[in-house]
Every structure is written in C-alpha cells, then in structure tokens.
C-alpha cells in the first residue's frame, strides 16, 4: 500500500467519534513501515491492550480506517489452532476475536461486527513469509503469493463493508 501520513490516517476512521480519532495511538514509526510489503497496516493500543486499529485503501476514495476491540487472548485456548479470517494463517493462540462497532447510527446503537484476526495484525507480513507464525502455520496451497494477497485484500473489504454498511 501507499505510505500514509498521521493525519491521514486519523482522518480515515470511520467508526468512532472525530475526538477519538484524534486521540487513539497512531505508530510512532510511520516512515519506517515496510508499506511496500503491507495490504493493510494493523496496530495494538501500547496504551489499551484491547484496543486494535486498522487502515486500509481498498478503492479509490481513500484509506478507510476501523477500530476494533480485541478479545483477551486468554479468552481463546493457547493450545488450540486457529484461523485468521482475512490471511488465512494458522495460529496457537495467535488469534484474536476483534469486534468493530458500526459506523454511524448503527454503532452509536451498539450494532457491531466481529472477525478473527492476527492479534498482531500482521497479516501481509505472514503471507510473505516475514513473520512466523510456527509449524502448521499455513496450509499447503498451489495458489500463487499475489492470489493469496488478492483474497487477503477480498477478505478485509468485505469486513471493512459489513462495518460501513
Ligand atoms: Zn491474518
């Protein structure tokens, strides 16, 4: 994806209050993001472990931003395997429940939408092979990384919309 800026980004949020898009945590390092390698950049709260943000650019009218309240990991068996919903990947432990509210009147009404994702976020990085996620991560497929990448991004739009629509 195309570096974005600070603002950018806090501009982008789409389902919680213009005070709070001003005031969450934005990653500090920005400029030092792998962007070439990323098809969304996610990110932990260091100041609210359940917090999770997420942005995207998945058309043209600019980067769409959510923010997501994770499950505790310890919700979810450490022992058990399980799925990322947009990558795909296979992790112990290593997936957490995120739960987006609406955007609008639908989330100012509490309507909300969950997906399982890398608690880390970061997706892009372990369909690339930039991060492991152990053995098992990943099932044996004949489809190339762009495929791969291009149902990544499939997957997270059609997230991202159920939160927009
Ligand atoms: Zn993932």
Redesign the pocket.
Known sequence: MKPLTEQEIRAAFVNCTKGEARRLSVPRDLAELPWDDLDYLGWRDPQAPDRAYLVAELDDAGPTALVLRANGSAAVGQTRRSM?S????THSGG?SLMVAPKAGRAGQQGNSVGAY??SD???SL?LRGKRDAGVGARLHETITLEEKIRR?VTNLAAFVAKVTS
Do not use: N
Not at 86 to 89: F, Q, R
């Open positions: 990322c947009v990558c795909l990947t997936v994702l890398c976020l970061a997706c372990y990544t």
